[in-house]
């Protein structure tokens, strides 16, 4: 059960991320800076790679949560959300507000994608306590 609640997380996860995403579509392409086609979306939307890169992310960040969440002894849905919110909110968002500090992205987007391994961490960490 333990790969299956792995892999269910990191897609829950995953699938948040593209409403998150939509949500903030053109907050994000703004602060990212990223390169844009003649219709505004990033060039590299057709590209498989950051899907791809995405969706092994997130199978080893819910894999180590799995393995944290049992050896802490995290086993309820409201661990589990808690868990998975603090592992987004002060282990990833700080390396991402860095990352963006160094490479002087706004503060925009650090609260953007921030906002999304919060979000995305506790979803993973209510997967893994449910199954």
């Not at 057709?46 to 819910?62: D, F, H, M």
Request: aromatic share 10%; proline share 4%; charged share 5%.
């Amino acid at each position: 059960m333990g790969i299956l609640a792995i892999i269910i997380g990191a897609a829950a996860s995953f699938a948040f991320g593209a409403l998150w995403y939509g949500i903030f579509s053109d907050s994000w392409k703004q602060a990212s800076q990223v390169p844009l086609d003649a219709e505004g979306n990033p060039q590299n939307m057709r590209s498989p790679v950051p899907y791809v890169t995405c969706a092994i992310a997130l199978i080893l960040v819910a894999g180590m949560m799995r393995h944290s969440f049992a050896t802490a002894g995290i086993d309820t849905l409201g661990k589990g959300i808690l868990s998975g919110a603090g592992v987004g909110l002060f282990f990833v968002t700080p390396w991402i507000a860095l990352f963006h500090g160094y490479s002087m992205h706004s503060h925009k987007l650090t609260l953007i994608n921030g906002g999304y391994a919060t979000i995305g961490c506790a979803i993973i960490g209510a997967a893994l306590t449910l199954l």
